[in-house]
């Protein structure tokens, strides 16, 4: 496959198949750190070949063609979905805040009690913080005002929330809808100069008068 086409998570170290030193699995009952591939054992790797013609049956539709850009691979099938559902972190904290303020009690204790759980489990599984909380109730205050913003705060989203100062982020937001807003007013004509140049479109140059015209107006002076 050509170098291009596969995906640059794959490529590296971490991803080279050297033999193991480790000839056998640790008997030790703790779990090994495994931190590239070279580190598995050859029965390991053995076990992750035989597993990747399972995992493509078991892929159907669209995303079976990520699993195309393996090698052959198990874990690297897994991996590739996992990156492929976290494309957009920001819009599983932004649904699942969502989903919370959806919460609504009608009166069915059962029901309600099924729905809180769901909501609040998604929010822990989600990994949201209170950063997340802050930038998407920003970036719905944006909601049919200003789309290349929310696309902003959703890109500094997925970036991880631990790395946003919000501060400068806010402050980088607003500088970019001045100059937006800056360029938009240099653009357009004051309102009252518009209004004057429709009227004067509906006056006739000759005799002065709103158009449209009467067929004896637009008789020539002389001919009378």
């Not at 598995?40 to 992750?48: A, C, F, M, R, V």
């Not at 079976?64 to 874990?75: D, R």
């Not at 004067?200 to 067929?215: E, F, G, I, L």
Request: proline share 3%; glycine share 4%.
């Amino acid at each position: 496959m050509t170098a291009a086409l596969v995906p640059s998570s794959l490529q590296g170290a971490m991803w080279q198949d050297e033999d193991s030193d480790m000839d056998s699995d640790d008997d030790s009952g703790k779990a090994p750190q495994i931190t590239s591939y070279k580190q598995l054992t050859k029965k390991s790797k053995e076990l992750d070949t035989m597993l990747f013609p399972l995992l493509q049956r078991s892929i159907k539709g669209t995303k079976n063609a990520l699993l195309n850009k393996c090698n052959a691979k198990f874990s690297q099938g897994m991996y590739l979905l996992n990156e492929h559902f976290l494309i957009s972190k920001s819009k599983r904290k932004t649904d699942a805040f969502a989903s919370l303020r959806a919460l609504k009690f009608d009166g069915d204790v059962q029901k309600y009690q099924v729905e809180a759980i769901t909501a609040i489990t998604e929010v822990y599984d989600a990994k949201c913080t209170i950063e997340d909380l802050i930038m998407s109730q920003v970036m719905i205050s944006f909601e049919g005002i200003n789309k290349q913003i929310q696309h902003e705060i959703a890109a500094d989203l997925d970036q991880g929330s631990e790395n946003i100062n919000i501060h400068d982020a806010i402050a980088r937001y607003m500088s970019h809808v001045a100059s937006v807003s800056a360029s938009n007013n240099m653009l357009q004509l004051p309102a009252n100069l518009v209004q004057n140049k429709s009227k004067k479109s509906q006056v006739c140059s000759r005799c002065r008068k709103a158009r449209p015209h009467t067929r004896a107006s637009n008789a020539s002076p002389l001919a009378t």
